[in-house]
């Protein structure tokens, strides 16, 4: 078959691996060869893409015979998947401007992506400003979404030439007046975020009661009120929180307006999750249109939305203990010990109320040893008894063993699964991966015990029309 510009996107990757914020190890993709076997260093597939950069490199990683830091767990992550959730997002929500929430996921390829597609960000640290900044990001393209800033990071912020930034309290205002007068500030409003998975309303935002005194102190001091901000929690599920919050946002326009105000920026924050985005969008895209008239600005910060179903990890089994069958006739079960737990990527337990599922990636007790299935995740044996299609019957009548799987430190908090089956017998050395890792994983991880808190990223480009946007990555 002739070499096209879609096969070369396709079918090849580029590795790059994260130090200090800088791009090294990088490899040509002349070193991706189609191999023979189904998967192995090629494929079309989204999935075999993901696969295919898995299993190149842990090809080149002997655990048992490595340096340290070899074996690290690795993300995989697909930006042709980033893609396609930002065309979702531009074909369902065409009048909103997503500035995408930094501290979901800093991945530094990932938020060059995102620049080139024309995403703006949102940023709550000096940190994050100047990693954007660094970018060479348009200081009008961001905004500073922490209400309770810190003093040394806003005096800063003048400089960086970032004006944008939300507000929800009296002492607020009074230091934004002390320190950057010429700001734009959002008053950032709460809302009823109670069907969401991480409560942000109980930290931030002002109760509407509160709206008349915070407009009219801003007025006093002269500040510049430019727009309004909400959030209705992450990993929101109720879309009436959407039409409720609108409905406040509109409110406050109008009670600024009132006091001479002319608002022109609504922001609808966050919040958005892949499953549930038609059902939200539809009902923001109709609640917005309904209440602002078409010159007010729409932005939203969304987070998780673009990053979850992008990014995979890969753990090394590095410890095994075997639990032997007690006298009424059970099973012999293990424990098995992986490179990263709840103090690294695994962080996403404890802070985000996830449930990673555990998948084979290679097993030494099979021949081959590659299991990464590319076959749609809802067909795939998650170790949890799913019978989908009834291909995968409940591991008890497969007789499959059971595992408990556990980080690496010495707590014993550091637990990924009490309970997981496979039918696979799982050894030192073996590598397990686990699906949407991409949303507050390695942002929240730690250093605790001495492990890595920064992982190799392997980026592959599954959307050809992305290509373009994927700039080659090159060495630093
Ligand atoms: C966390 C956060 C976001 C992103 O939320 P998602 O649920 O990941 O979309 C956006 N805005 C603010 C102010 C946040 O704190």
């Known amino acids: 078959m002739a070499p096209s510009a879609t096969d070369i996107i396709t079918n090849n990757y580029d590795v790059l691996s994260l130090k200090d914020k800088d791009y090294v190890d990088t490899i040509s993709v002349s070193d991706y060869e189609s191999g023979a076997e189904t998967v192995k260093y090629g494929g079309k597939t989204p999935k075999e893409m ?81 990693q954007v900044r660094a ?13 309770c800033k810190t003093t040394s990071y806003l005096k800063r912020t003048v400089k960086t030439g970032v004006k944008q930034m939300t507000f929800d309290n009296t002492d607020e205002l009074y230091k934004i007046k002390h320190i950057y007068p010429t700001a734009e500030l959002f008053l950032r409003i709460c809302t009823d975020d109670s069907a ?19 407009l009219a102190l801003a007025k006093e ?67 917005v249109d309904k209440e602002f008239p078409p010159h007010v600005r729409i932005i939203a910060e969304p987070g998780r939305f673009y990053t979850s179903s992008a990014f995979t990890l890969a753990c090394n089994v590095i410890a095994r203990r075997t639990v ?60 949890y008894g799913s019978d989908a299609d009834g291909t995968f019957a409940h591991p008890r009548e497969k007789k499959a063993i059971t595992y408990s799987i556990w980080g690496p430190t010495c707590d014993g908090i550091d637990c990924i699964s009490s309970e997981w089956y496979s039918t696979e017998t799982l050894d030192i050395g073996d590598w397990l991966y686990f699906e949407d890792m991409g949303a507050y994983t390695m942002c929240s991880a730690t250093k605790f015990n001495g492990f890595p808190d920064k992982h190799k990223t392997i980026y592959v480009c599954s959307e050809p029309a992305a290509a373009g946007f994927v700039e080659p990555y090159t060495r630093v």
Not at 67 to 72: A, H, K, L, N, Y
Not at 137 to 147: E, F, G, S, T
Not at 196 to 214: E, W, Y
Not at 233 to 238: K, L, N, Q, T, V
Request: net charge negative.
């Open 50 to 130: 993901i696969g295919a950069a898995l299993q190149k490199h842990i090809d080149t990683v002997d655990p048992q015979d490595c340096e340290p830091g070899d074996e690290d767990a690795f993300f995989v992550a697909d930006l042709g998947e980033v893609y396609r959730q930002h065309m979702r997002w531009k074909q369902q929500l065409p009048r909103i401007t997503p500035h995408f929430a930094v501290k979901c996921n800093p991945d530094p390829g990932l938020l060059r992506l995102l620049d080139k597609l024309g995403a703006g960000f949102d940023c709550a640290s000096k940190a994050e400003i100047d």
């Open 135 to 147: 970018m060479g990001v348009d200081p009008a393209r961001i905004i500073y979404a922490n209400p």
């Open 196 to 214: 969401s998975l991480c409560r942000l309303s109980n930290k931030f935002g002002a109760s509407m009661d509160k709206v008349p005194q915070l």
């Open 221 to 287: 001091l002269g500040l510049d009120v430019a727009g309004v901000a909400f959030h209705v929690g992450s990993g929101a599920s109720d879309p009436d929180a959407f039409r409720k919050a609108i409905v406040d946002a509109r409110s406050v326009f109008d009670q600024a307006a009132v006091l001479g105000y002319q608002l022109h920026t609504l922001d609808c924050g966050g919040g958005f999750t892949s499953d549930t985005f038609d059902d939200m969008s539809a009902v923001l895209a109709e609640a």
């Open 324 to 383: 032997e069958a007690d006298n009424l006739g059970g099973n012999t079960s293990y424990m098995l010990y992986m490179n990263d737990g709840v103090y690294g990527n695994f962080s996403s337990i404890i802070f985000d109320h996830q449930h990673p599922v555990p998948r084979v990636l290679r097993s030494q007790s099979c021949v081959d040893g590659y299991k990464y299935s590319t076959i749609p995740e809802s067909l795939v044996d998650s170790g």
